[in-house]
C-alpha cells in the first residue's frame, strides 16, 4: 500500500515538473480576464452605464460603445467632444452626478448623433468637483499588447 502512495506521489511530482504541464498550470494561475463591453449609451440608459466606470475602478475594461450626443436643459446628461476629450455625464447636478472624462480620439456617427468609444482603458477615479460630481477618466491602454498576450483573456459583455 506505501508503495502505491508513494508511486502515485512520484508521478504526480514527474507530471508537475514537466515542462508541458507546469507551464499550462503557470498560465492558468497568472491568466488576466478583461471585459470588453459592447453597446449603446443613451440619456435613458446613461446612469447605469457610468455605474458600470465606477465598478472598473482601477481595472483595465474595453469599451466598444456609441454614446449619444447631447445637453439636456437640466444638465441631466451630457455627451461631447471637446479639446481632444471626450465626456459624458449624467445624474441630478444638484445631488451628486458622475462623469467619465474620456482621453484620446473617438469617433462620431455620419450625422453626428453618436460618439464611438473602441479601445481598452484603465479607469481611474478623479475625485468629485465642488457641485459634489464624482469623475472617473479613461486612459487608453495599448490595445495590442492586450490582444496579443497570450495570458490575457478577453470576456465579450453586451451593455
Avoid at 60 to 88: P, Q, R, V, W
Avoid at 93 to 100: A, I, K, T
Amino acid at each position: 500500500m506505501l508503495r502505491g502512495l508513494l508511486g502515485l506521489s512520484l508521478l504526480a511530482a514527474v507530471a508537475y515538473s514537466s515542462p508541458l504541464v507546469a507551464g499550462a498550470v503557470h498560465r492558468t494561475q497568472s491568466t488576466k480576464i478583461i471585459t470588453l463591453y459592447e453597446g449603446v449609451v443613451t440619456k435613458a440608459n446613461a446612469e447605469k452605464f457610468l455605474q458600470l466606470i465606477s465598478d472598473s475602478t482601477d481595472k483595465i475594461i474595453g469599451l466598444k460603445m456609441s454614446i449619444e450626443s447631447g445637453n439636456t436643459e437640466d444638465y441631466s446628461y451630457y455627451a461631447a467632444s471637446n479639446d481632444g476629450h471626450f465626456t459624458i455625464s449624467a445624474g441630478n447636478p444638484m445631488d451628486g452626478s458622475s462623469e467619465l472624462l474620456v482621453n484620446g480620439p473617438v469617433g462620431t456617427t455620419t450625422a453626428g448623433a453618436f460618439y464611438t468609444v473602441d479601445g481598452f482603458y484603465l479607469i481611474k477615479s478623479g475625485g468629485s468637483h465642488a457641485a459634489g460630481a464624482i469623475s472617473y477618466g479613461a486612459m487608453p491602454v495599448d490595445e495590442a499588447s492586450i490582444k496579443l498576450n497570450p495570458r490575457v483573456v478577453i470576456i465579450h459583455k453586451q451593455f
